[in-house]
């Protein structure tokens, strides 16, 4: 018989020669198309001037940067809300719909299904406009019921993951509902769940931008006001130049604490298998000579 070769699995088998040259040949293709987008790029921005002192000095004036310091807190501000409350929302209809109750059950679910399939930016305007409420709770308003129910369904989909035999255990041993969801079920949903919880918090992120729609004066609505009142060719892009990395940076900020959560989860005394000393030659059964 042929020796099992445990580098292998059912999915992927170790690449041979013509496929790791094919693989090689692939990655230097693509890295070359990278390289040529981004020295098409760049030639573009040079050859439109945009790196000219003239377009970059207005940033180094106070009130401007003043002016988007503001932009940036207003959009945190607006994140940390709709984030804080979606999360509560999505445990709420969660629960809902996870109940035993049929009425309670169906209308969490007509909520989850009418809010997920409202598109955001029609929330935002519809609470804004007909309803007459303030920027910023109505853009935190409309972040909350998007990324609320799309949360539920994260959340409902995590706990029902977990195997039913741990459901069916905890309850044999005389645990009420409540006990099992807060102590079996949800502490084993949550490593399965953390990846796309982060997920739909920076899409959350990312939508703060819609409030410069209703003028609230985010992040992005700073940028508009500033290049807007600039007098060159092309105003925008230097003020894209700007933000853009901001909020690449304030997302990949997200996601590194998810990761850090990750890795504290995996440390956690509360969530590590016992050692178990193993068995020693010669030990005998109680009871035995």
């Known amino acids: ?43 573009l921005l040079f050859d439109t001037d945009q790196f000219t002192a003239t377009k970059w000095s207005p940033f180094e004036y106070k009130g401007i940067q003043e002016l988007l310091l503001r932009g940036l807190g207003n959009t945190l501000k607006a994140f940390a ?17 996870l109940s035993d109750h049929k009425p309670v059950r169906w209308l969490a679910t007509l909520c989850v299904e009418f809010f997920r399939a409202m598109p955001v930016l029609v929330m935002i305007f519809f609470i804004y406009v007909a309803l007459k409420v303030e920027p910023l709770p109505a853009l935190v308003a409309g972040l909350t019921l998007y990324n609320g129910s799309v949360l539920a369904e994260v959340f409902r989909s995590g ?6 035999g741990q459901r069916e255990a905890a309850y044999a041993l005389g645990m009420r509902k409540t006990q099992v969801m807060a102590h079996v079920l949800v502490p ?13 918090l920076v899409v959350a ?17 700073a940028g508009k006001l500033i290049a807007s009142n600039l007098d060159y060719d092309l105003p925008f892009i230097p ?48 009871g035995r000579q």
Not at 6 to 18: E, K, Q
Not at 188 to 200: D, F, K, N
Request: proline share 6%; hydrophobic share 50%.
């Open 1 to 43: 018989m042929k020796a099992l070769d445990h580098s292998a699995t059912a999915l992927y088998d170790i690449p041979g020669p013509n496929t790791e040259r094919r693989h090689k040949v692939y990655g230097l293709i693509s890295t070359l198309v990278v390289l040529g987008l981004v020295a098409w790029l760049l030639y």
């Open 159 to 164: 706990i029902n993951s977990v195997e039913r």
């Open 81 to 97: 809300l709709s984030a804080v409350l979606s999360l509560v929302l999505g445990t709420v209809l969660a629960v809902g719909r």
């Open 205 to 221: 992120l990312k939508d703060t931008s819609l409030g410069y729609l209703i003028t609230y004066e985010e992040f992005l609505h």
């Open 188 to 200: 084993q949903a949550v490593r399965a769940m953390l990846p796309a919880i982060i997920s739909q």
């Open 239 to 286: 003020v894209v130049m700007v933000i853009s990395p901001i909020y690449i940076g304030m997302c990949m900020l997200l996601s590194w604490f998810a990761q850090w959560v990750a890795r504290r989860q995996r440390r956690s005394p509360k969530t590590e298998a016992a050692d178990v000393a193993p068995a020693e030659p010669g030990t005998l059964l109680p």
